[in-house]
């Protein structure tokens, strides 16, 4: 067992949680750098915006997807103390209602529902689903 049971979580949200905050930080900083801090989605970028999010929770679930199955914490022996500390560990990386995995994955469905939000917008714009979905690669209008 690794020492440091958080050790595989740890790397998995930091590298969730940073990329999202590169992302939102280059969205508001890079893209309106004059509206104070701000992003406007107009016709001229909603598609851009949410290419670039989708873009993100594609990588983000990929990532997540790979180490999940990591999180789980052995016991380090067959004493009941060695159960308990496991099962203890995996209660909080894995299985209560606010486990940090239940946590990644609802950060991960609050993006996919920006996204979401972001092609609505787009068929607001006149965008048709054959123009948004060729904007994501492909992907299909919710």
Do not use: C
Request: without cysteine; aromatic residues 6%.
């Amino acid at each position: 067992m690794d020492a440091n049971p958080l050790g595989a979580l740890g790397g998995v949200v930091s590298g969730l949680l940073g990329g999202a905050a590169n992302l939102i930080d280059n969205l508001t900083h890079g893209a309106a750098p004059s509206s104070g801090g701000h992003f406007v989605v107009n016709h001229d970028n909603v598609l851009a915006a949410a290419k670039i999010i989708q873009s993100q929770v594609d990588e983000l679930k990929a990532t997540f997807d790979d180490a999940h199955y990591d999180l789980n914490v052995a016991p380090p022996g067959d004493d009941e103390v060695s159960q308990r500390m496991a099962k203890a560990w995996n209660d909080i990386l894995l299985w209560n209602e606010d486990s940090y995995a239940i946590r990644v994955q609802e950060y991960i469905e609050g993006l996919t529902k920006l996204v979401n939000q972001l092609k609505a917008t787009a068929k607001d714009y006149g965008y048709n689903e054959e123009q948004i979905a060729s904007a994501l690669g492909g992907t299909s209008v919710v």
